[in-house]
């Protein structure tokens, strides 16, 4: 059976889009200061950085985009809502990464093989700012995530983190290069290397959830094994068999087998269903919609 759709999360969306405009405004604030700083102290790890924070900005003006589209509501061209539009934006996050990751490594080569100056002490310090409030991005933007279950802005929250251990690669590579002096002055350059490794890394952890959302993986075992048992608690209902659960941006749809006693009439069958398509969106405010099959006991 099917009936009209539960309402999505309109919180949720509100909450996810506040978060991306946070990742936008602080990235973009970011950038310019490591890039003043990098440039003027020398320090191409921190240039690098500021690279990345720049790819920040687009990817997590994209994460945006697609939230509000994503919030949609169903239409007739839609009718499982446009939810789908999130995690394809997530492909275009691991994109910015890879592209980000592609050209410092690249530059980082470069300036290994061109000798330069030592990096200027002061950077360290705006590097360590710069980790604090990164993590601290990443912190916020993650828990929002989790909390809107959104795919698109747990990848912002990893850019974040992302962002913040290039800063700490820097931090480490220009405190060797003034620590230990002549003939290391290309260790920030060495850890802007390896930071692009890890930023590749961390596009394929973030890829790899919004490629299962995209192709309807098998995925939720938990909340299946609690729509059985909340299912099964209904009056009328003998016991649960088919279940499938796929996400479509924040929220999930689950289609689900019922087994009724076969001896009564199509319009009990239908109200059990009714019920219990009621009590799943009572305790998963996060289910968009149930369509429940019924199926007699004597099959």
Not at 2 to 22: G, V
Not at 166 to 191: C, N, V
Not at 232 to 248: A, H, I, M, Q
Request: glycine share 6%; charged share 20%; aromatic share 10%.
């Amino acid at each position: 059976m099917q009936s009209e759709p539960h309402h999505p999360m309109d919180q949720n969306s509100s909450e996810a889009i506040k978060a991306s405009w946070l990742s936008i405004i602080g990235n973009a604030l970011l950038a310019i200061a490591k890039f003043i700083t990098g440039i003027l102290g020398n320090s191409y790890a921190l240039i690098a950085d500021a690279i990345e924070s720049t790819t920040d900005v687009f990817s997590s003006f994209l994460v945006l985009l697609g939230l509000k589209y994503s919030s949609r509501p169903p239409d007739k061209n839609h009718p499982y809502g446009h939810g789908k539009a999130e995690p394809l934006m997530t492909f275009a996050v691991v994109g910015f990464l890879v592209v980000s990751a592609t050209v410092i490594a690249y530059e980082s080569i470069d300036h290994i093989r061109t000798p330069h100056k030592v990096p200027e002490p002061y950077t360290l310090i705006v590097l360590a700012v710069i980790i604090i409030i990164k993590e601290y991005f990443y912190r916020k933007v993650s828990k929002k995530g989790d909390e809107t279950n959104s795919t698109s802005l747990k990848a912002d929250a990893w850019h974040h983190r992302s962002d913040a251990i290039t800063s700490l690669m820097a931090f480490i590579g220009i405190s060797i290069a003034l620590f230990m002096g002549k003939g290391y002055e290309t260790a920030d350059d060495w850890a802007a290397l390896f930071a692009s490794g890890f930023i590749l890394y961390n596009a394929y952890l973030i890829l790899r959830p919004a490629l299962g959302e995209v192709m309807d993986e098998h995925m939720y075992d938990d909340m299946i094994d609690d729509i059985r048992k909340i299912s099964g608690r209904v009056t009328g209902v003998l016991d649960t068999e088919k279940c499938y659960v796929r996400k479509t941006g924040m929220t999930y749809h689950v289609d689900l087998h019922i087994t009724v006693n076969a001896e009564i009439s199509v319009k009990e069958g239908h109200d059990i269903a009714h019920n219990v398509k009621n009590e799943l969106l009572a305790h998963f405010p996060e289910i968009f919609d149930v369509l429940i099959h019924v199926e007699p006991d004597d099959i």
